[in-house]
């Protein structure tokens, strides 16, 4: 299973992003997906995450975020809005067989490569 992340770019703060991770499966509805990101020096942290129609988010980010998912399109989403500096990092999808609401990178088998998302003040 491959994932393969796009969307990243750089935005002024305030602004919107939208993040797509295509997964190479015929069972996409199978698996829950989450993004994390990584900020230089720092440790990789939940984002989001979604499996079947439930969705959880990090503190940080509710209300601001919003994943979904195109199981016909085996593609997920994260819709980034009114972001903030502190949000600069890679953002990584991630996926894996489950149905369960997972936020610890070690439970996620399958990772996308990373894009980078910049908010400037």
């Known amino acids: 299973v491959q994932l393969q992340a796009s969307g990243g770019g750089l935005v002024q703060a305030g602004g919107s992003l939208s993040l797509s991770c295509a997964v190479s499966?015929?069972?996409?509805?199978?698996?829950?997906m989450a993004w994390f990101r990584q900020a230089p020096g720092k440790e990789r942290e939940f984002v989001a995450t979604?499996?079947?129609?439930?969705?959880f988010y990090a503190d940080s980010v509710k209300g601001r975020f919003t994943i979904s998912r195109d199981n016909a399109k085996n593609t997920g989403y994260l819709q980034m809005n009114s972001l903030k500096p502190e949000d600069t990092a890679v953002y990584y999808c991630?996926?894996?067989?489950?149905?369960?609401?997972?936020?610890?990178?070690?439970?996620?088998?399958?990772w996308g490569q990373g894009t980078l998302v910049t908010v400037s003040s």
């Open positions: 979604i499996s079947w129609d439930n969705t």
């Open positions: 499966t015929r069972t996409f509805s199978n698996y829950a």
């Open positions: 991630a996926a894996t067989v489950a149905a369960a609401t997972m936020t610890r990178p070690r439970n996620y088998e399958y």
